[in-house]
């Protein structure tokens, strides 16, 4: 009954709230295999590489990283570093923010987003691990609360068209927005510590003489 609720409510912002804006090719990273499943659970993960760096120096910076996350402008107050071991090499946050479908000056659409961030760090490399995800989506218009877990609303089964080349309205919204919530995440982690490098963009300005 949920699914079906929220999707009559989502049916009814559509005249004031736009599809992502991203069809066909740019909807291939969202598609088959974009949301990995280990034993029946969904589970987002990345090794990084940091040669030159020790165990302490990458959990000193991953730790003022997480401090940034908890005082992010959607983070929300269940936001908290669970476990934090230098020693060995574990940081483990449980992370409430607002998620946004969309944001403008005329229409708000956001879910509640709740997930485990893990990182697992040694000398030259760290693993960071996004699991345990859940959404709380409040559907106004009708005053009603709804709670899913990742597992019965993004997967492959649930998010993508029967032959796999398209997102489900409803739940490929959840899945794209998670997806690309998840890649700025793993990114930040990656530019904090120094595996991966800003790049600079060079500003040629021609002038005539």
């Given amino acids: 009954m949920w699914k079906k609720a929220i999707a009559i409510l989502l049916g009814l912002l559509a005249f004031a709230v736009t599809a ?21 659970i ?11 760096k ?15 996350l908890l005082n992010g402008e959607n983070s929300l107050e269940q936001s908290a570093i669970v ?12 992370m409430e923010e607002n ?7 005329w229409v708000t659409h956001y879910t509640r987003f709740y997930y485990e961030l893990i990182f697992t760090i ?5 693993n960071v691990e996004m699991r345990r995800i859940h959404y709380l989506y409040e559907e106004e218009a009708v ?3 709804s709670s899913f877990t990742a597992e019965e609303w993004i997967t492959d089964e649930e998010a993508l068209s029967k032959d796999g080349k398209k997102l489900t309205r409803i739940s490929g919204r959840f899945r794209r927005a998670t997806i690309d919530r998840k890649d700025e995440i793993f990114r930040g982690a990656g530019l904090a510590t ?3 490098r800003k790049r600079k963009v060079v500003q040629v300005i021609e002038t005539e003489e």
């Fill in 83 to 94: 476990e934090a071991d230098s020693l060995q090499g574990l940081l483990a946050l449980r």
């Fill in 54 to 68: 020790s165990k302490l120096e990458i959990y000193k910076d991953l730790r003022a990283y997480a401090d940034s």
């Fill in 99 to 105: 998620l946004y479908f969309r944001r403008s000056a």
């Fill in 143 to 145: 005053e009603r609360t």
């Fill in 122 to 126: 040694a000398d030259g490399s760290f």
């Fill in 194 to 196: 120094g595996a991966i």
């Fill in 20 to 40: 992502q804006g991203r069809d066909g090719d740019d909807d291939k990273k969202y598609l088959a295999g974009a949301v990995p499943m280990k034993n029946g």
């Fill in 42 to 52: 969904v589970i987002f993960d990345k090794t990084y590489k940091v040669s030159d």
